[in-house]
């Protein structure tokens, strides 16, 4: 869980608050995808969502066997995820007739009264951002806990077989470097 | 002077301070340098007895992602504490986290 309580500090004579932030990541460590699991992987915790949007019906991923599948932990209030839809978009264009299941788990920041449980509104989302690709609605953050997710946007990159091999987190854009590596190991993944 | 209050708060606990809540009216957040505030998701203060105020600011950076100023909340009288929500977005990170905590002023 990435929210966190922070203790607080109070200069009371002048009247400011100041409350202690979190522990700064390095850049490279956040941005970065994250080096291979270890061999053999684990295996890739099921989804167990109920509410879907672009898909008939829930998916599972006892079901997607044989195709590799591409978690993209994201909401739609978040610009760094936003940005780094276009990537993923053009991944299931490229892949999804490959072998490629992208599958967008949409987990809200904040309460009910912020907006992002409102189906409509992630509707709303994919419409502008172009998605296609299935995503789950993460309203009570099952998945995201169940993946031991902290960020957003994070990624989760599952083989034929269901083991989880690569993992990381971080914005990316098309052609960069980020955008590369993933390419790289979506493509590996498919040959297997 | 912000600055340095959030600098030594930072040297006090060994870890930088991202954001500072400056007493009003209106209450003021403030992101400490490189933290950006996101302003797709107003930063919210939850007051006992289950009222919800929002932050806001008009001034936002070009994409609308973030504010460009410090955004602002006003607080009935008499509350004086709650849970303060922030989504910070920190510039060198290009990820989102969310950050509660306890806020009293």
């Given at each position: 869980?990435?929210?966190?309580?922070?203790?607080?500090?109070l200069?009371?004579?002048?009247?400011?608050?100041?409350?202690?932030?979190?522990?700064?990541?390095?850049?490279?460590?956040?941005?970065?995808?994250?080096?291979?699991?270890?061999?053999?992987?684990?295996?890739?915790?099921?989804?167990?969502?109920?509410?879907?949007?672009?898909a008939?019906?829930?998916?599972?991923l006892?079901?997607?066997?044989?195709?590799?599948?591409?978690?993209?932990?994201?909401?739609?209030?978040?610009?760094?995820?936003?940005?780094?839809?276009?990537?993923?978009?053009?991944y299931?264009?490229?892949?999804?007739?490959?072998?490629?299941?992208?599958?967008?788990?949409h987990?809200?920041?904040?309460?009910?009264?912020?907006?992002?449980?409102?189906?409509?509104?992630?509707?709303?989302?994919?419409?502008?951002?172009?998605?296609?690709?299935?995503?789950?609605?993460?309203?009570?953050?099952?998945?995201?806990?169940?993946?031991?997710?902290?960020?957003?946007?994070?990624?989760?990159?599952?083989?034929?077989?269901?083991?989880?091999?690569?993992?990381?987190?971080?914005?990316?854009?098309?052609?960069?470097?980020?955008?590369?590596?993933?390419?790289?190991?979506?493509?590996?993944?498919?040959?297997? | 002077?912000?600055?340095?209050?959030?600098?030594?708060?930072?040297?006090?606990?060994?870890?930088?301070?991202?954001?500072?809540?400056?007493?009003?009216?209106?209450?003021?957040?403030?992101?400490?340098?490189?933290?950006?505030?996101?302003?797709?998701?107003?930063?919210?203060?939850?007051?006992?007895?289950?009222?919800?105020?929002?932050?806001?600011?008009?001034h936002?950076?070009?994409?609308?992602?973030?504010?460009?100023?410090?955004?602002?909340?006003?607080?009935?009288?008499?509350?004086?504490?709650?849970?303060?929500?922030?989504?910070?977005?920190?510039?060198?990170?290009?990820?989102?986290?969310?950050?509660?905590?306890?806020?009293?002023?």
């Amino acid at each position: 869980m990435t929210t966190r309580r922070e203790g607080v500090v109070l200069t009371a004579s002048r009247a400011v608050l100041v409350v202690a932030g979190l522990v700064a990541v390095s850049a490279a460590a956040i941005r970065r995808p994250a080096p291979p699991s270890s061999a053999g992987g684990t295996p890739a915790p099921e989804l167990t969502n109920a509410s879907w949007l672009n898909a008939d019906r829930p998916l599972r991923l006892s079901e997607l066997r044989g195709r590799v599948v591409l978690l993209n932990f994201w909401v739609f209030t978040c610009g760094n995820c936003t940005r780094t839809v276009p990537s993923l978009v053009e991944y299931d264009r490229q892949y999804r007739e490959r072998g490629l299941t992208i599958i967008g788990i949409h987990t809200p920041e904040f309460p009910p009264y912020a907006g992002e449980h409102d189906k409509g509104n992630l509707v709303r989302a994919l419409q502008r951002q172009g998605i296609t690709y299935p995503n789950a609605q993460d309203n009570d953050r099952r998945t995201w806990d169940a993946y031991g997710i902290r960020y957003w946007p994070s990624f989760v990159l599952v083989d034929k077989r269901g083991i989880v091999r690569y993992t990381g987190y971080g914005e990316f854009h098309l052609n960069d470097g980020d955008f590369r590596e993933w390419d790289r190991r979506i493509a590996r993944l498919l040959a297997e | 002077m912000l600055v340095a209050t959030l600098a030594a708060v930072a040297s006090c606990h060994g870890r930088p301070a991202l954001v500072a809540l400056e007493a009003g009216p209106p209450l003021l957040l403030v992101a400490a340098p490189g933290v950006r505030i996101n302003a797709r998701l107003k930063p919210a203060l939850e007051l006992d007895g289950g009222t919800v105020l929002r932050f806001d600011s008009p001034h936002l950076t070009p994409d609308s992602a973030y504010f460009a100023a410090a955004p602002t909340a006003a607080p009935p009288g008499g509350a004086r504490r709650g849970t303060l929500r922030v989504s910070i977005c920190p510039s060198r990170e290009d990820i989102c986290r969310s950050v509660q905590m306890a806020a009293a002023w």
